[in-house]
């Protein structure tokens, strides 16, 4: 993926209380290799506590942050789109019991089995590999299902894996 420079724009919303809304471009490498433009939003602040220079300032640090954390290629492993992407988006959700079932599973046997693989070269042949040996493993049919829907729920949003 080649490097794109932008700086996006800010617009004023709101009808009661004004604020600053950014919009910025992610661009992604899908299946084919080709760049998908993705449009992404950001509230930065409130109008009357921020300057609209300052809230371009503020979109300008998003966006150069945004551009720095997403690997691209094959360096974006199961890993790395578990810790970043899928764990801060589901965790708050669960009961602390569930918390701690899922982050074990995760830990403990997931990641240190797959999770150095590029998320391009998972596939299910690959998945029902591990499910098997854990199964092969003597581990009980809980724990091997477990696996399975986390595995599951943590490729679900990246269209390569279903």
Known sequence: M???????WVEERGSRQKCWYGHYYVYQTNEQGKDIRRHRGIILGEKSKLRKWEAEDKL???IAATQKNQPCGNSLTLEWFTRERFLPMREPQWAPSTKETNLY??????LPALGTSPLAELDKFHCQVFL?????RG??????DHNRTMRRRSSKKHSMLN
Not at 2 to 8: I, P, T
Not at 139 to 144: E, H, P, Q
Request: aromatic letters at 4%; glycine letters at 4%; hydrophobic letters at 35%.
């Open 139 to 144: 581990l009980s049919f809980t724990i091997v």
């Open 2 to 8: 080649r490097a794109r420079h932008q700086s996006g």
């Open 132 to 136: 098997n040996k854990l199964a092969q």
């Open 60 to 62: 300008r640090k998003v």
């Open 105 to 110: 599973n995760l830990e403990r046997h997931l």
